[in-house]
């Protein structure tokens, strides 16, 4: 995760900076008081459920307040770091790393059920199946 932070969206793979775009897209849209699934719904062939799953459970059970950046905003911060590198352990299937790399963002009995939602998440369209 130390690696994607401070570093340039543009430098992302596509599957990383695909998440970020929906990440950034859905909690813009909460704080707007618009409706999030809508926001990422044709980002993910599920029409978007696990991951405003997973964003939910990141909103309710966060132990302190998660920043993230405005959808334009050229570079990744802490918070999204974390995200993404805990999205990259999930897809690696490294759910112990996962499930305490959550830890560092949720309560830690929200933490498996982030990590389950995670995994359920189909990969953004846009990348490589």
Do not use: N
Not at 25 to 31: D, E, N, R, S
């Amino acid at each position: 995760m130390y690696d994607l932070m401070d570093r340039k969206v543009a430098e992302l793979r596509t599957p990383d900076r695909l998440m970020l775009d929906a990440m950034r897209a859905w909690v813009h849209t909460l704080t707007l008081a618009g409706e999030p699934k809508r926001a990422v719904a044709g980002r993910f062939i599920d029409g978007g459920s696990s991951f405003d799953a997973a964003m939910t459970i990141l909103d309710r059970f966060s132990g302190e307040t998660l920043a993230f950046q405005r959808p334009c905003h050229p570079q990744v911060e802490e918070t999204e770091a974390v995200l993404l590198g805990l999205w990259r352990l999930v897809l690696d299937g490294r759910d112990r790393d996962a499930t305490a790399t959550a830890t560092l963002l949720v309560d830690g009995e929200a933490a498996p059920d982030l990590v389950r939602m995670m995994r359920m998440i189909p990969p953004p369209r846009g990348t490589i199946h």
